[in-house]
């Protein structure tokens, strides 16, 4: 949840984190408590809905949609076989990570007595039962898909799961050399009696409760054996059989408890609170306390506890006692249980059982100044702006060039770029050190707190630090989370800035599965707006208005609502009115009032939403001119655009912000306005296509229902064909 497609299952479905969809902030540094103050209108400027109490759908149970979406997709027969076990195993994923942060962070409100209303209306208690009730059934519906349809269909295509009794005798003595010479070395089994106290259960491992009997006593204990996640989740037999790593350590337990009857074995797994709180009252300190937060981690309190349907009510019980569980957080499926390592099964290489090969190709516009390889970045860029659309155009030629070409570039006085997650290995790490050890002033404003990407980001922070970069871990109180990168080149006219403004991370990595813009320029005016806004985060600079941004959390929520009342200025006065906004989540109920408002002024309202929808749309009298889409596919949709008419000249901005608290108060997020009429209708193009009636979507109803509509028009695979067009034409 460490293949691409691993990262992919990591984010996709939003995950729950830019993608895990980030789930949101906390009280104090942790993003899943999100314990906000209630939501209190400005009466004089939303009065128009206040009689609408119950408008607001609410965010975990619109998250726990998305996630159905995904699961729909698993679902979906037209989809290619293995595609449909990568989404299963997203699903796996993203419900992990849902349970570890957001549930998390209710069980710890209600515990604190924390009593508060969400918008929706919802106290704490009353969410979590709906989730623990709504995850029951996705849960069963996941692993009934599993079991009754995918692995007959697996089959099929000569790919078999199977258990340990469907093995021919050849294939278990394999395992069993395979158990005796690599597995068994590595296990450890962990007794409970009066000198064993019951082992701690680490978050998200597989586990075998077994019941051992003494044969001269007959007295029965209990031990745990964790099953390692250093081996593969599903062990390869050859001709692509594979059986459950489980499986095969069931069959050999009396190697690990030689004297002792095997009386009763189950497989079980926990999932704990993983979220972090950091005090950030100190930022020289705040590294220090965010290693030692993230050895606490490991110890969160449970929060699930998922069991196999046939596990035996004393063991059960025994488990739901040491580990603290209610019956509501115990989910009995199907086995077998974590389904996260169908991943694995998904990047077998049977290429007819997946979508076709696409490779990104170079942006026509740095394609066509190419008198030799690679892209002269800055020549192109000086000419017009340059817009690009991941992953259909290529990463490793634009943004990636862009920053290796300033490494390398003698004429470069200067890099600046904010790094909120990257791959490891990662070329654009490698050029800033390259260009801080040519002697370049390099600055970097890393996110040490990324969620589940910590650990990382402190490594390669530091091999940042010690080639001479000056990093900064971002501002007190603060998730930096904008996308951007400025390069300052002396040039003959004199110092010229290059700036890249996106709604994705500078990761060559999921650059090849996350849907994002990006916009290259040398627009001075942008140019000098970033670099004041670096200032901001790396000195004592407080300038907080700039003339081409909007930047959180001084400028967006109030810019944007401005600009929806303009709409509707503009709607009133006869003028073209229209607002389009595409977001991974809307849930800031000030902007969604704001949307209400222009939908009772008959503004038309079109939202292209990935994850969580608080708006209701189609209410008579509150928001009938507002249409909800999802397109869920082969990328992940990540991208953030907000579209007004503006009286017949478009006012476009993208950026990294979703319509969300924790990006709108509590990170340092950026929305660039489109400066060149080409960007806006190549911007305009997409979303064409994606609110298009034609267009394969979800559609929200009032309720916060989804539903398919299978137009004729899948999006992802329309950009392909215009991409491919391009390449020929």
Same mark, same amino acid.
């Given at each position: 949840?460490?293949?691409?497609?691993?990262?992919?299952?990591?984010?996709?479905?939003?995950?729950?984190?830019?993608?895990?969809?980030?789930?949101?902030?906390?009280?104090?540094?942790?993003?899943?408590?999100?314990?906000?103050?209630?939501?209190?209108?400005?009466?004089?400027?939303?009065?128009?809905?206040?009689?609408?109490?119950?408008?607001?759908?609410?965010?975990?149970?619109?998250?726990?949609?998305?996630?159905?979406?995904?699961?729909?997709?698993?679902?979906?027969?037209?989809?290619?076989?293995?595609?449909?076990?990568?989404?299963?195993?997203?699903?796996?994923?993203?419900?992990?990570?849902?349970?570890?942060?957001?549930?998390?962070? $209710?069980?710890?409100?209600?515990?604190?007595?924390?009593?508060?209303?969400?918008?929706?209306?919802?106290?704490?208690?009353?969410?979590?039962?709906?989730?623990?009730?709504?995850?029951?059934?996705?849960?069963?519906?996941?692993?009934?898909?599993?079991?009754?349809?995918?692995?007959?269909?697996?089959?099929?295509?000569?790919?078999?799961?199977?258990?340990?009794?469907?093995?021919?005798?050849?294939?278990?003595?394999?395992?069993?050399?395979?158990?005796?010479?690599?597995?068994?070395?590595?296990?450890?089994?962990?007794?409970?009696?009066?000198?064993?106290?019951?082992?701690?259960?680490?978050?998200?491992?597989?586990?075998?409760?077994?019941?051992?009997?003494?044969?001269?006593?007959?007295?029965?204990?209990?031990?745990?054996?964790?099953?390692?996640?250093?081996?593969?989740?599903?062990?390869?037999?050859?001709?692509?059989?594979?059986?459950?790593?489980?499986?095969?350590?069931?069959?050999?337990?009396?190697?690990?408890?030689?004297?002792?009857?095997?009386?009763?074995?189950?497989?079980?797994?926990?999932?704990?609170?993983?979220?972090?709180?950091?005090?950030?009252?100190?930022?020289?300190?705040?590294?220090?306390?965010?290693?030692?937060?993230?050895?606490?981690?490991?110890?969160?309190?449970?929060?699930?506890?998922?069991?196999?349907?046939?596990?035996?009510?004393?063991?059960?019980?025994?488990?739901?006692?040491?580990?603290?569980?209610?019956?509501?957080?115990?989910?009995?499926?199907?086995?077998?249980?974590?389904?996260?390592?169908?991943?694995? +099964?998904?990047?077998?290489?049977?290429?007819?059982?997946?979508?076709?090969?696409?490779?990104?190709?170079?942006?026509?516009?740095?394609?066509?100044?190419?008198?030799?390889?690679?892209?002269?970045?800055?020549?192109?860029?000086?000419?017009?702006?340059?817009?690009?659309?991941?992953?259909?155009?290529?990463?490793?030629?634009?943004?990636?060039?862009?920053?290796?070409?300033?490494?390398?570039?003698?004429?470069?006085?200067? +890099?600046?770029?904010?790094?909120?997650?990257?791959?490891?290995?990662?070329?654009?790490?490698?050029?800033?050190?390259?260009?801080?050890?040519?002697?370049?002033?390099?600055?970097?404003?890393?996110?040490?707190?990324?969620?589940?990407?910590?650990?990382?980001?402190?490594?390669?922070?530091?091999?940042?630090?010690?080639?001479?970069?000056?990093?900064?871990?971002?501002?007190?109180?603060?998730?930096?989370?904008?996308?951007?990168?400025?390069?300052?080149?002396?040039?003959?006219?004199? +110092?010229?800035?290059?700036?890249?403004?996106?709604?994705?991370?500078?990761?060559?990595?999921?650059?090849?599965?996350?849907?994002?813009?990006? $916009?290259?320029?040398?627009?001075?005016?942008?140019?000098?707006?970033?670099?004041?806004?670096?200032?901001?985060?790396?000195?004592?600079?407080?300038?907080?208005?700039?003339?081409?941004?909007?930047?959180?959390?001084?400028?967006?929520?109030?810019?944007?609502?401005?600009?929806?009342?303009?709409?509707?200025?503009?709607?009133?006065?006869?003028?073209?009115?229209?607002?389009?906004?595409?977001?991974?989540?809307?849930?800031?109920?000030?902007?969604?009032?704001?949307?209400?408002?222009?939908?009772?002024?008959?503004?038309?309202?079109?939202?292209?939403?990935?994850?969580?929808?608080?708006?209701?749309?189609?209410?008579?009298?509150?928001?009938?001119?507002?249409?909800?889409?999802?397109?869920?596919?082969?990328?992940?949709?990540?991208?953030?655009?907000?579209?007004?008419?503006?009286?017949?000249?478009?006012?476009?901005?993208?950026?990294?912000?979703?319509?969300?608290?924790?990006?709108?108060?509590?990170?340092?997020?950026?929305?660039?306005?489109?400066?060149?009429?080409?960007? +806006?209708?190549?911007?305009?193009?997409?979303?064409? $296509?994606?609110?298009?009636?034609?267009?394969?979507?979800?559609?929200?109803?009032?309720?916060?229902?989804?539903?398919?509509?299978?137009?004729?028009?899948?999006?992802?695979?329309?950009?392909?064909?215009?991409?491919?067009?391009?390449?020929?034409?």
């Amino acid at each position: 949840m460490t293949t691409d497609s691993s990262s992919l299952a990591a984010h996709v479905a939003g995950s729950v984190e830019d993608g895990p969809v980030d789930v949101g902030p906390a009280a104090v540094g942790s993003d899943s408590f999100d314990v906000e103050p209630p939501y209190v209108p400005d009466l004089e400027a939303v009065g128009a809905v206040q009689k609408y109490d119950d408008r607001f759908l609410d965010r975990e149970l619109s998250w726990l949609a998305f996630n159905q979406r995904v699961l729909e997709l698993a679902e979906d027969p037209d989809l290619p076989l293995l595609e449909r076990v990568r989404f299963a195993a997203i699903f796996a994923s993203n419900l992990d990570e849902f349970f570890m942060v957001r549930v998390a962070g $209710l069980k710890r409100r209600i515990a604190a007595g924390v009593a508060v209303r969400a918008a929706s209306g919802l106290l704490p208690r009353e969410v979590l039962n709906a989730i623990h009730a709504k995850t029951g059934e996705l849960a069963e519906r996941h692993s009934g898909l599993f079991v009754d349809t995918l692995i007959p269909e697996l089959e099929s295509a000569g790919i078999e799961l199977l258990r340990w009794e469907e093995l021919d005798r050849d294939e278990q003595k394999h395992c069993k050399r395979l158990f005796k010479d690599r597995v068994f070395p590595v296990l450890t089994p962990l007794a409970v009696d009066p000198a064993h106290p019951f082992p701690y259960i680490s978050g998200l491992s597989l586990n075998l409760a077994v019941m051992v009997r003494h044969p001269k006593t007959g007295k029965e204990h209990f031990a745990r054996v964790k099953v390692p996640p250093i081996f593969d989740r599903f062990v390869s037999l050859g001709n692509q059989r594979f059986v459950p790593l489980e499986d095969v350590i069931r069959e050999h337990l009396k190697r690990l408890f030689p004297g002792m009857e095997i009386v009763k074995v189950h497989s079980f797994r926990v999932t704990r609170n993983e979220d972090l709180e950091v005090e950030e009252d100190d930022a020289e300190n705040l590294l220090a306390a965010l290693e030692k937060e993230l050895l606490r981690r490991k110890f969160g309190p449970a929060v699930r506890l998922e069991v196999e349907e046939s596990i035996d009510p004393d063991v059960l019980g025994l488990l739901k006692s040491e580990l603290d569980v209610t019956d509501d957080e115990v989910f009995r499926l199907r086995g077998p249980l974590d389904l996260r390592g169908l991943g694995d +099964i998904a990047d077998l290489p049977r290429e007819e059982l997946k979508y076709p090969t696409f490779v990104p190709t170079t942006h026509t516009h740095l394609a066509e100044v190419e008198s030799s390889s690679p892209v002269d970045v800055f020549k192109s860029v000086r000419r017009r702006d340059v817009l690009l659309h991941h992953p259909y155009d290529s990463f490793a030629t634009s943004v990636q060039r862009f920053i290796e070409q300033a490494a390398a570039d003698p004429q470069v006085l200067a +890099i600046k770029q904010t790094l909120y997650r990257t791959s490891g290995d990662s070329p654009i790490i490698d050029a800033l050190i390259d260009a801080a050890e040519a002697g370049k002033q390099v600055l970097v404003i890393v996110e040490i707190k990324a969620r589940f990407d910590e650990q990382a980001n402190i490594r390669w922070a530091r091999k940042l630090e010690h080639a001479g970069c000056h990093v900064v871990y971002g501002l007190v109180g603060l998730k930096t989370h904008c996308k951007l990168a400025m390069v300052v080149r002396d040039e003959p006219d004199g +110092i010229r800035r290059y700036t890249h403004i996106g709604t994705g991370n500078y990761n060559p990595k999921t650059a090849r599965h996350y849907e994002d813009l990006g $916009l290259l320029t040398a627009d001075e005016v942008i140019g000098e707006d970033v670099a004041h806004l670096f200032n901001n985060l790396s000195g004592y600079s407080r300038q907080s208005t700039y003339q081409r941004l909007l930047v959180a959390p001084d400028s967006i929520r109030d810019g944007l609502v401005a600009q929806i009342h303009a709409e509707i200025a503009h709607h009133k006065a006869g003028r073209p009115a229209r607002i389009r906004i595409k977001a991974n989540s809307i849930v800031d109920e000030a902007v969604i009032d704001a949307l209400y408002l222009a939908s009772q002024a008959g503004v038309p309202v079109q939202l292209w939403v990935r994850g969580i929808c608080a708006l209701r749309p189609g209410v008579p009298g509150l928001s009938e001119t507002v249409e909800v889409r999802s397109v869920l596919g082969r990328y992940l949709e990540h991208s953030r655009i907000t579209w007004f008419e503006n009286g017949g000249e478009p006012a476009v901005w993208i950026g990294s912000a979703d319509l969300m608290h924790r990006n709108l108060d509590r990170r340092v997020e950026v929305l660039v306005r489109l400066p060149s009429e080409a960007s +806006i209708m190549e911007v305009g193009r997409l979303l064409d $296509l994606g609110l298009g009636d034609d267009a394969d979507t979800w559609h929200l109803d009032s309720d916060g229902g989804w539903t398919r509509h299978r137009g004729p028009v899948h999006v992802q695979d329309e950009l392909i064909a215009r991409q491919r067009a391009r390449r020929r034409g």
